[in-house]
Nanobody, 123 residues
Framework: QVQLIESGGGLVQAGGSLRLSCAAS????????MAWFRQAPGKEREFVAA????????YYTDSVKGRFTISRDNAKNTVSLQMNMLKPEDTAVYYC????????????????WGQGTQVTVSA
């Protein structure tokens, strides 16, 4: 049974930082692209960042470029999202996702999802 378990969310002031982590089990982690999505109240789930199984292959949505960094540790089956210079518009539930495909931006390309972790950024 595949499990993706996110941690690290919380409340932070604008300009602050948070680090999200996702622990994966039940899948061949090194053969999956990993991604972070987020969903704000009343909005659709949107792509944030992804990392392929090829080291160094990353992709970010424009609004987080230069502020967020995605990384993975294949030895520990974890993927992380370092979020700096947070803004109130970053407030959302953040989801970890895994795909057997190369990096994709669409939610339908991802086979497995975590339960999400809340990130709240106050002004």
């Amino acid at each position: 049974q595949v499990q993706l378990i996110e941690s690290g969310g919380g409340l932070v002031q604008a300009g602050g930082s948070l680090r999200l982590s996702c622990a994966a089990s039940g899948l061949t982690f090194s053969r999956h692209s990993m991604a972070w999505f987020r969903q704000a109240p009343g909005k659709e789930r949107e792509f944030v960042a992804a990392i392929g199984w090829v080291v160094g292959n990353t992709y970010y949505t424009d609004s987080v470029k230069g502020r967020f960094t995605i990384s993975r540790d294949n030895a520990k089956n974890t993927v992380s999202l370092q979020m700096n210079m947070l803004k109130p518009e970053d407030t959302a539930v953040y989801y970890c996702a895994a795909s057997q495909q190369l990096i994709r931006l669409e939610t339908r390309a991802y086979d497995y999802w975590g339960q999400g972790t809340q990130v709240t950024v106050s002004a």
